[in-house]
Nanobody, 122 residues
Framework: VQLQAYGGGLVQPGGSLRLSCAAS????????MGWYRQAPGKQRELVATITRSGSTDYAASVKGRFTISRDNAKSTVYLQINSLKPEDTAVYYC?????????????????WGQGTQVTVSS
């Protein structure tokens, strides 16, 4: 199973981006999904999470500006980022609690995507 994140880029302060992250492979089900970010010289931090049923949680620093959503049929999670600030500059990673087929077995793991760079600068 793989997670592919995309949608990052260079944007001016106050701008918006929409990040996407799609899970692929022999998936049985995708439960919780989330977005994290890591700025240069800092630890990776939680941005937002969403359960399969759609319950969400956000870091205090992004509440009101970021919106996480998902499409269960596409095994995809989205992050709408508005009112971007320079301090939002980071590599954004997605993860997913995935159950998938490995041969005849069903395996559960927390899978991470490869990250997508978001740079906020004028």
């Amino acid at each position: 199973v793989q997670l592919q994140a995309y949608g990052g880029g260079l944007v001016q302060p106050g701008g918006s981006l929409r990040l996407s992250c799609a899970a692929s492979g022999s998936i049985v089900t995708v439960n919780g999904m989330g977005w994290y970010r890591q700025a240069p010289g800092k630890q990776r931090e939680l941005v937002a999470t969403i359960t399969r049923s759609g319950s969400t949680d956000y870091a205090a620093s992004v509440k009101g500006r970021f919106t996480i959503s998902r499409d269960n049929a596409k095994s995809t999670v989205y992050l709408q980022i508005n009112s971007l600030k320079p301090e939002d500059t980071a590599v954004y990673y997605c993860n997913a609690d995935v159950k998938y087929y490995s041969g005849s077995a069903i395996v559960a793991r927390l899978q991470w995507g490869q990250g997508t760079q978001v740079t906020v600068s004028s």
